[in-house]
């Protein structure tokens, strides 16, 4: 198809941070705008898409319930308020509970606790990304994509049912000041997961690609595996001779592979490129995009990649919530790779088993759990302090 991206590109400003499940909450302005280029050759607003008439519009999985709205509205408490985890475009998301064997609805803090999404009629994700999600999330299976349980269709209703992720996102616990700040090794962890979940799309049978990799959409459970969510902007890779997807742009700001945004070209190394910000943000506790801070610093890849391939420079962008606790040689491994995630030509960026590998190596090396502090006083001076060290003096 080539390049159809119209004269008409629109950026849509989001002001807002997500909360699990693809819902947001209003927040300030550091957080990524959402990318939506309108494609010439692509159908107009998703929102505009026909309701669907029955259930045979979904692909039939034998793995999903399919709940009734009033078994959804027992499982929330008819969705009050105090069971409300958050919204945003899509619509609402409750905690709920139903039992493990039968999957209906039970008591408040007996049986299995879910999350449930809600669309709301007039939302900004339409009937499309709900039945992709569906779709995609009903056929795949793997510890590093997140659950989900079942779905209802019935008359305007069209709700998600998952498991429920007890940790939150990870771009909660980067990024607000309420959580403990995650070790060295729990990162690592993270980045593994997350690599062995997107590994797993771009090498399933029907080749996937995510397209919507962000720390928002990386939840967590209690033990901190990281689970994909949010799978409404997937879209199925490339087939026969074709070596690209060309579609309408979907995305974060700051998230978004360069070659994609420009032409619409969509390969599984536009996701590899997103890994590459996340593993930023992982490294330095910085968002993609942060625009409270200043000139080149708002934007994270422009600001860290003049240190990514200097040993001695490097504990410059690392996050001074570490407290210097983490191993210099794995820091530089893994800032080192996600140079090679950014390059902007996307032939060169590595695959995302390559990736995943690097990691592991990282994670098993000898020095992964060496603190790196004595190593960054000896070579740089005292290491900085956090905000919240400093207090604690």
């Not at 606790?113 to 994700?125: D, F, R, T, Y």
């Not at 070790?183 to 397209?211: D, E, T």
């Not at 910000?277 to 003049?306: C, F, H, I, M, Y």
């Not at 919530?321 to 590595?350: D, F, H, I, V």
Request: net charge positive.
């Amino acid at each position: 198809m080539g390049n159809c991206l119209g004269s008409s590109a629109k950026i849509e400003a989001a002001h807002s941070s997500r909360t699990p499940y693809g819902i947001s909450k209003t927040s300030p302005s550091s957080v990524p705008s959402n990318l939506s280029i309108q494609s010439d050759c692509e159908a107009s607003d998703v929102s505009s898409l026909p309701t669907p008439r029955s259930e045979g519009e979904i692909l039939s999985s034998p793995n999903l319930k399919a709940f009734s709205f009033n078994e959804l509205r027992n499982a929330t408490r008819n969705f009050r308020p105090d069971s409300l985890l958050g919204e945003g475009g899509f619509g609402y998301v409750y905690k709920g509970w139903i039992d493990e064997h039968t999957f209906t609805a039970s008591r408040p803090g007996s049986g299995m606790v879910v999350a449930v999404k809600k669309l709301k009629p007039e939302g900004l994700q339409g009937h499309k990304e709900w039945l992709t999600e569906v779709d995609y999330l009903g056929q795949l299976h793997h510890q590093n994509l997140v659950k989900l349980i079942g779905y209802c269709l019935e008359g305007e209703n069209r709700l998600l049912v998952y498991e429920f992720m007890s940790k939150g996102s990870l771009e909660n616990h980067l990024f607000r000041r309420g959580p403990q700040p995650l070790s060295w090794s729990v990162r690592m962890k993270v980045a593994i997961g997350a690599a062995r979940g997107l590994s797993f799309l771009h090498n399933a049978k029907s080749q996937v690609i995510y397209r919507d990799f962000k720390a928002s959409n990386i939840l967590l459970d209690a033990d901190f595996n990281p689970k994909l969510s949010d799978f409404g902007l997937a879209k199925a890779g490339p087939t026969g001779d074709r070596t690209h997807v060309s579609t309408q742009v979907m995305g974060t700001q700051g998230y978004a592979a360069p070659e994609y945004v420009a032409t619409g070209r969509l390969t599984a190394k536009s996701d590899v490129y997103s890994f590459g910000v996340v593993l930023l943000e992982l490294l330095s506790g910085r968002r993609a995009v942060d625009r409270t801070k200043a000139g080149v610093e708002q934007n994270l890849v422009e600001w860290t990649k003049p240190y990514l391939g200097d040993k001695r420079k490097l504990f410059r962008i690392m996050d001074t919530k570490l407290g210097g606790q983490y191993p210099q040689k794995g820091a530089y491994m893994a800032a080192t790779l996600a140079l090679k995630c950014l390059n902007r030509e996307a032939k060169s960026r590595p695959p995302m088993t390559e990736v995943l590998e690097t990691l592991e190596q990282i994670a098993v090396s000898k020095t992964a759990g060496r603190n790196s502090q004595s190593e960054q006083k000896r070579v740089h001076g005292p290491v900085r302090k956090s905000t919240s060290q400093m207090g604690a003096l």
